[in-house]
C-alpha cells in the first residue's frame, strides 16, 4: 500500500516509522513531515489544512491509506472531504469525521456528551457573555482551585487552573473577551479533580475497538510539575496504577459507554480515542477528549505495539477491527523531549542539532525539526523525542537521558525528573 501521513511532528515520525515495519506498506509520504521522516518517506509541501493541495498529492502518489495525525484538520473536516469527493471516496482514512471529532474541538459538546451518556466527569457550567452571571455563581459555589477550559481548539494552551476566586473570575472575562481567540468565545468551568492521570488510547471502526498501551505524559515545562503548560515534555508507558482492576473499570465505565454513545448518537467514528483520564482514589474521570494519538505518547506507546500497525490501521478504516489481533511488548517505553530554550515562551529557531549519529540504543522522533543545505535545524518549541525501551522504567529512562545528552543543539532544555510521580 501507498500510505500518506497527514502532519508535521514526533507524532507523525513515530506513526511512519511502525508504518515502516510492515510488509503490507510499499511508499510511506508524509504532508508536510520533518527532517526525521525524510529518512522514511517522502515529505509533501503542503499544510495539513490544505485539501484541494492534499488531494491532489493523494491521486498522483496513488495513495491507497491516509491516516490523520493532528486534530484541526480532523475538526475542520477532512474526513467528510473525502468522502464528498467522487475521485476520493475510495481511499482508505484513519480519523473521524466533523461531527465526531467535536470530541476535541468542543469541549462543552464533550461535557454533554458525557453527561447524557454517563460517563464519569467532573460536573461543569458553560459560559458565554449571555450567561455571564450565572457562570460568575457557578464559580462561587466550586471551592479553590478553578478550571476554565476554552470550548474550541486552543493548541493545547487553552486550559487555565487557578487558586484564587477573583483572579477566576477575572480570567474568564479576559477568555470570553477573546484571550484564546474565537477557542474561548464559549468557555466551560470545571470542578477541580484531584489525582493522577493517565491517558488511555484506543483505536476503533466505530463498532469494535482495541485498546492499545496506556500513558503518562508530563504537561509541565518545570521540574516537579512546575511552570507553564507545554504541548509535553515525555510519557512513560505503561503507568504502575492502571493495573487490570483499574483498566477494567476504565473499559466498562469509560471505553465502551463512549463507543456505544457514539453509535446511539448516530455519528460515525473510525480512527483514535484518547481518553485524558483522572484516577480519583482508584476510580477513572475523564478530564478530556481527542479524537486522535497523544503526542509524545504516540512516541512511546508506538514502541510498545508489536502487532502489525497498518492491519489495526486498515482494519478501523474499513470496519473489519474485530478481525484483527492486537500484541504488545511488556517492557517500558519513555519519551524525552528536547526542547528550545524559553519554550513555551518565545524561543529561537535555527539552531544546528549535532550528535544524532552518536545516539545508540534509542529512537529519536523528529518533532520540529527542518533541514538546510548542510544541516539538521531546530524548527520549533519541541524539537526531538528520545524514545527507549527498558526492562523497566529506570533502565529506559536511563537509556534516554544518556542520549539526550549526546545529542547537542544551542539552548538545548529537557525535564530530568520524569516518573517521579510514578
Known amino acids: 500500500m501507498n500510505i500518506l501521513i497527514v502532519g508535521s511532528g514526533g507524532r507523525e515520525h513515530a506513526i511512519g516509522w511502525k508504518i515502516k515495519q510492515s510488509k503490507k506498506a510499499k511508499n510511506l509520504f508524509f504532508a508536510p513531515g520533518n527532517a526525521g521522516t525524510s529518512s522514511l518517506g517522502t515529505n509533501i509541501n503542503t499544510g495539513v489544512n490544505d485539501f484541494p493541495n492534499l488531494k491532489e498529492a493523494i ?10 495525525g493532528p486534530e484541526v484538520p480532523l475538526a475542520e473536516g477532512i474526513h467528510d472531504f473525502f468522502a464528498e469527493d467522487p475521485e476520493l471516496q475510495k481511499i482508505k482514512i484513519v480519523g473521524p469525521k466533523k461531527a465526531g471529532a467535536q470530541l476535541e474541538g468542543s469541549k462543552d459538546f464533550a461535557k454533554d456528551f458525557m ?13 458565554t457573555k449571555n450567561n455571564i452571571s450565572e457562570g460568575l455563581s457557578f464559580l462561587e459555589s466550586l471551592s479553590s482551585p478553578y478550571v476554565l477550559k476554552a470550548d474550541g481548539l486552543a493548541a493545547g494552551k487553552g486550559v487555565l487552573i487557578i487558586d484564587n476566586l477573583y483572579e477566576a473570575k477575572s480570567n474568564l472575562n479576559e ?20 489525582g493522577v492521570e493517565v491517558s488511555v488510547f484506543v483505536i476503533t471502526d466505530g463498532k ?3 485498546i492499545l498501551p496506556e500513558a503518562k505524559d508530563y504537561k509541565r515545562i518545570g521540574e516537579g510539575d512546575t511552570g507553564l503548560n507545554t504541548g509535553g515534555m515525555g510519557a512513560i508507558s505503561p503507568v504502575p496504577f492502571a493495573d487490570t482492576e483499574f483498566m477494567a473499570k476504565v473499559e466498562s465505565r469509560v471505553i465502551r459507554p463512549t463507543i456505544n454513545g ?16 483522572i484516577n480519583v482514589g482508584g476510580d477513572p474521570f475523564v478530564i478530556e477528549y481527542n479524537v486522535r494519538m497523544g503526542d509524545p505518547e504516540t512516541e512511546a506507546v508506538l514502541l510498545r505495539v508489536k502487532s502489525d ?19 504488545l511488548d511488556d517492557r517500558t517505553a519513555v519519551t524525552v523531549m528536547l526542547v528550545s530554550g524559553g519554550y513555551p515562551g518565545s524561543y529561537e529557531k535555527g ?15 523528529h518533532a520540529g525539526t527542518t533541514s538546510d543545505s548542510k544541516n539538521t535545524v531546530t524548527a520549533g518549541g519541541r524539537v526531538l523525542a528520545v524514545s527507549s525501551l527498558g526492562a523497566n522504567k529506570t533502565e529506559a529512562l536511563n537509556i534516554s537521558y544518556r542520549n539526550a545528552e549526546v545529542i547537542q543543539f544551542e539552548k ?10 510514578l
Open 59 to 68: 491521486l498522483e502518489n496513488q495513495i491507497d491509506l491516509v491516516v490523520v
Open 115 to 127: 453527561f447524557r451518556h454517563n460517563i464519569p466527569t467532573a460536573k461543569y457550567f458553560t459560559v
Open 175 to 194: 477568555m470570553l473577551d477573546g484571550k484564546f481567540g474565537e477557542a474561548s468565545s464559549k468557555v466551560v468551568i470545571e470542578e477541580f479533580l484531584s
Open 208 to 210: 469494535d475497538y482495541k
Open 262 to 277: 457514539l453509535k446511539a448518537d448516530k455519528i460515525e467514528y473510525n480512527g483514535f480515542i484518547f481518553f485524558g483520564l
Open 309 to 327: 500497525f497498518v492491519d489495526l490501521l486498515v482494519g478501523a478504516a474499513d470496519g473489519t477491527l474485530a478481525e484483527k489481533q492486537i500484541e
Open 351 to 365: 539552531k544546528v542539532i549535532s550528535g544524532l549519529e552518536k545516539v545508540a540504543d534509542s529512537i529519536v522522533f
Open 412 to 421: 538545548k532544555y529537557y525535564r530530568k525528573d520524569l516518573g517521579f510521580d
